[in-house]
């Protein structure tokens, strides 16, 4: 008989009242879960927003330490330049270091060799002069002797 009444019923498009209360707390409890899975789903929108702008910061700051490190790099390349430019005019300086070295030993040897020329000469000159006042004097006396010869005679 219920069954035939719930028949009678469901053709009128009515449900007993047990089962409409089943069905409207079955209803409540699929809104709940509806509501607390968008309130969930808001939440993980939230936190994607957030992972998002995480990423994007992340990606950012990625992006300015690339630039620095090409910018470092290039500055190294640059100065790695720099350093083998200088180590080629340093051989450069170097050589001719060396050379002017050489050149100054080559020229100190010819100086004291004037030296010992000039003191050589000096000693030559100083002996000529010695020998020349005494031909000086030996020609003096001879004069003097001649004069007095000359004037004895006369």
Known sequence: MKDTIRKALAGFGLAPAGQLHRLAEQSRQSSDKVKSLEDRLAKLRADTDTWKQRHDDVTAKVREWKEAAARAE????RM??????????AAEWKVR???????????????????????????YLMATEAKLDLIEAAIQVLDTRTRDAALNRA
């Open 74 to 77: 290039a500055e190294a390349e």
């Open 80 to 89: 790695r330049a720099g350093a083998e430019h200088s180590k080629a005019r």
């Open 97 to 123: 270091a060396d050379a002017l070295t050489e050149e100054k030993l080559a020229l100190r040897a010819r100086l004291e060799e004037a030296q010992r020329g000039a003191i050589n000469a000096r000693e």
